[in-house]
């Protein structure tokens, strides 16, 4: 149960890194005029893309120095 909690932690601070990261770029100029509500769905479906890549290599560098 507790590495449960603890994969819910690692992904729940990817997620907020990646939020912070994707915050650098400029997505309004990749966007068409008026899709604000499409461009916001696209940053959050990027930033959870990116927590979950990010998670799953932390949590594999975990596993295999704790061996």
């Known amino acids: ?5 603890i994969r819910v932690i690692i992904f729940f601070i990817c997620f907020l890194l990646s939020f912070y990261a994707l915050s650098a770029l ?3 100029r990749f966007l068409k005029q008026g899709k604000i509500v499409q461009g916001q769905i696209l940053y959050f479906i990027l ?3 990116m927590a979950y890549l990010m998670g799953n290599f932390f949590i594999a560098l975990i596993y295999f120095y704790n061996k």
């Open 26 to 28: 400029d997505f309004n």
């Open 47 to 49: 930033a959870c893309c």
């Open 1 to 5: 149960m507790l590495d449960f909690y």
